[in-house]
Structure formats: structure tokens, C-alpha cells
């Protein structure tokens, strides 16, 4: 089993920034992709930004410019720098782990965190 523990979640004004971390623990030995998703009230859960253990990133156009997707492997954890953020950036923002090759049964499974609160207002 892998645990992805998020953090970094708050209230933030218009304008602001924030980061998030989600580290990711248990019995693996690697992880392909980690990510992050988030999901508004009434909305559909939506691809933020994605980076594999080589570095390539993928974000989604809202987010381009303003959000920096980064990875310690060494530390098995994620990052997304928020920053210029905006009401519409409010969401509940997931972790995401793909492809992470399990150390005893060498079979890879995708993983979610729990989720950490973002809420962009005045």
C-alpha cells in the first residue's frame, strides 16, 4: 500500500500564492507520475499539472504561467507553487500517483490522495 499525504492547503486573497507538497510513502520502489488534480463545487474533477520522475511536465491551460509543477524523488514528494491565483483557482486539489511499482508484487497501481482545501477570496 502507498499513503500520498498532501499539505499546504489554505485561504488565500486574490493575487496570492501557495504551495502545496505531497509526499508519498509505503512499499514501492518508484513512482512514473505524480500530479495534481482539483475539483470545484458542482464540477468535474480536472487534470491541473502532471510530472514524471524524468522531469517532462504537462499543465493545464488555466494554470500555464501561473502554476510550477516540481518533484524531489529522492524524497518521493510533489510540489505545485501557486502562484497569482485566482477565485476560480478554488477547488479541493488531489494528489496523484500513476504507475508506482509495487516492491513486493512488482505490479504497478495508481494512488489519490485525500485532498487539501485551496479558497481564493477576498
Known amino acids: 500500500q502507498v499513503q500520498l499525504v498532501e499539505s499546504g492547503g489554505g485561504l488565500v486573497q486574490p493575487g496570492g500564492s501557495l504551495r502545496l507538497s505531497c509526499r508519498a510513502s509505503?512499499?514501492?520502489?518508484?513512482?512514473?507520475?505524480m500530479g495534481w488534480y482539483r475539483q470545484a463545487p458542482g464540477k468535474q474533477r480536472e487534470l491541473v499539472a502532471t510530472?514524471?520522475?524524468?522531469?517532462?511536465?504537462n499543465y493545464a491551460d488555466s494554470v500555464k504561467g501561473r502554476f510550477t509543477i516540481s518533484r524531489d524523488n529522492a524524497k518521493n514528494t510533489v510540489y505545485l507553487q501557486m502562484n497569482s491565483l485566482k477565485p476560480e483557482d478554488t477547488a479541493v486539489y488531489y494528489c496523484?500517483?500513476?504507475?508506482?511499482?509495487?516492491?513486493?508484487?512488482?505490479?504497478?497501481?495508481?494512488?489519490w490522495g485525500q485532498g487539501t482545501q485551496v479558497t481564493v477570496s477576498s
Open positions: 496523484n500517483a500513476q504507475r508506482v511499482l509495487d516492491r513486493l508484487s512488482a505490479r504497478e497501481y495508481d494512488y
Open positions: 510530472i514524471t520522475s524524468g522531469g517532462s511536465t
Open positions: 509505503g512499499r514501492f520502489f518508484s513512482i512514473y507520475l
